[in-house]
C-alpha cells in the first residue's frame, strides 16, 4: 500500500465580527500606533479582525466533514447573546505580551461556546484543547515583546455586537500575511 500525504489545512473556529466593528477598531489601532514609537506596533487588518474560539492548527481537510457536523450539533441549542469590546490594553497581560487586544465580555458565554466546540472536536478524534479561553480581540502585533505605554483615553473603547454565527476560517498564507476564508458558517 502507498504511503499518501493527507492534506492539511491551518484553520480556528471564531466569531466574526460586523463590518462597522471592524472598522472602528482598525481605527483605533491607528490611533495606538501613532501615540508608539515608530514601528513598535503592527495594525491587524481589517478583514482578519475576529475573536478566536478554538485555534486548531493543522487540521486534516478530510476531517472538515465530520467537524462541521459535530460542531454544528454542538451549537444547535445556543441564542444569540451579546458581546462588549472594551478597553485596549497588552495580551497575554504579562511583559511577555504579544498584541494589544479588546477585552470581550460576558466571559461566560464565550467560554462555553469553546468548551462546546472543544468537546464536539474530541468527537472527531481531535484531541482537547486544556487551555482556558481568555477571550480577546486583537487589534495589532507588538514587535519584539515591546509594550508601549497606552494613552488610557484612546484605549477606553467600547463597541458592542450581537453574536449570532460562528465561523470556521481556514488560514492561508498569501503576500501580505495570512488571509482568513470562510469553510462554513454555524448560526446561532
Given at each position: 500500500?502507498?504511503?499518501?500525504?493527507?492534506?492539511?489545512?491551518?484553520?480556528?473556529?471564531?466569531?466574526?465580527?460586523?463590518?462597522?466593528?471592524?472598522?472602528?477598531?482598525?481605527?483605533?489601532?491607528?490611533?495606538?500606533?501613532?501615540?508608539?514609537?515608530?514601528?513598535?506596533?503592527?495594525?491587524?487588518?481589517?478583514?482578519?479582525?475576529?475573536?478566536?474560539?478554538?485555534?486548531?492548527?493543522?487540521?486534516?481537510?478530510?476531517?472538515?466533514?465530520?467537524?462541521?457536523?459535530?460542531?454544528?450539533?454542538?451549537?444547535?441549542?445556543?441564542?444569540p447573546?451579546?458581546?462588549?469590546?472594551?478597553?485596549?490594553?497588552?495580551?497575554?497581560?504579562?511583559?511577555?505580551?504579544?498584541?494589544?487586544a479588546?477585552?470581550?465580555?460576558p466571559?461566560?458565554?464565550?467560554?462555553?461556546?469553546?468548551?462546546?466546540?472543544?468537546?464536539?472536536?474530541?468527537?472527531?478524534?481531535?484531541?482537547?484543547?486544556?487551555?482556558?479561553l481568555?477571550?480577546?480581540?486583537s487589534?495589532?502585533?507588538?514587535k519584539?515583546?515591546?509594550?508601549?505605554?497606552?494613552?488610557?483615553d484612546?484605549?477606553?473603547?467600547?463597541?458592542?455586537?450581537?453574536?449570532?454565527?460562528?465561523?470556521?476560517?481556514?488560514?492561508?498564507?498569501?503576500?501580505?500575511?495570512?488571509?482568513?476564508?470562510?469553510?462554513?458558517?454555524?448560526?446561532?
Open positions: 500500500m502507498e504511503n499518501q500525504k493527507l492534506e492539511t489545512i491551518r484553520c480556528f473556529f471564531a466569531v466574526e465580527i460586523d463590518v462597522e466593528h471592524r472598522q472602528r477598531i482598525v481605527a483605533l489601532a491607528q490611533k495606538l500606533q501613532k501615540q508608539t514609537t515608530p514601528h513598535s506596533l503592527r495594525c491587524i487588518p481589517e478583514e482578519n479582525i475576529h475573536i478566536t474560539l478554538r485555534f486548531m492548527g493543522a487540521a486534516l481537510r478530510e476531517k472538515l466533514p465530520d467537524m462541521i457536523q459535530a460542531v454544528e450539533t454542538a451549537l444547535k441549542n445556543i441564542k447573546f451579546h458581546i462588549t469590546l472594551l478597553d485596549a490594553k497588552p495580551f497575554p497581560p504579562n511583559r511577555y505580551a504579544k498584541v494589544i479588546l477585552d470581550v465580555e466571559v461566560d458565554e464565550m467560554q462555553d461556546l469553546h468548551e462546546r466546540i472543544n468537546d464536539a472536536l474530541v468527537t472527531c478524534d481531535i484531541p482537547k484543547e486544556e487551555r482556558k481568555q477571550p480577546h480581540l487589534i495589532a502585533r507588538l519584539e515583546h515591546h509594550v508601549p505605554q497606552l494613552d488610557t484612546l484605549a477606553k473603547e467600547s463597541l458592542k455586537q450581537t453574536v449570532n454565527h460562528i465561523v470556521l476560517f481556514e488560514s492561508q498564507p498569501s503576500e501580505g500575511g495570512v488571509k482568513y476564508v470562510p469553510l462554513h458558517r454555524f448560526e446561532l
